[in-house]
């Protein structure tokens, strides 16, 4: 098992942001993505009214 650890670590080194202040709010709290969102989940929900899909 040390040794998977070891290996994903040489892996993962430098492309893993560990304790990103804010994070969630700065990628996924924006007016676009609020936006995009809010386009999605509307979508999602009068597709998933249809007969064909149920």
């Known amino acids: 098992?040390?040794?998977l650890k070891q290996a994903l670590s040489g892996e993962l080194d430098g492309?893993?942001?560990?304790n990103v202040i804010d994070f969630w709010d700065?990628?996924?709290?924006?007016?676009?993505?609020?936006?995009q969102r809010d386009g999605l989940t509307k979508k999602f929900a009068e597709l998933s009214?249809?007969?064909r899909f149920k």
Not at 15 to 18: A, E, P, R
Not at 26 to 35: I, L, T
């Open 1 to 3: 098992m040390e040794d």
């Open 15 to 18: 492309l893993v942001l560990v």
């Open 26 to 35: 700065k990628y996924f709290e924006s007016k676009r993505m609020k936006a």
């Open 49 to 51: 009214a249809e007969p």
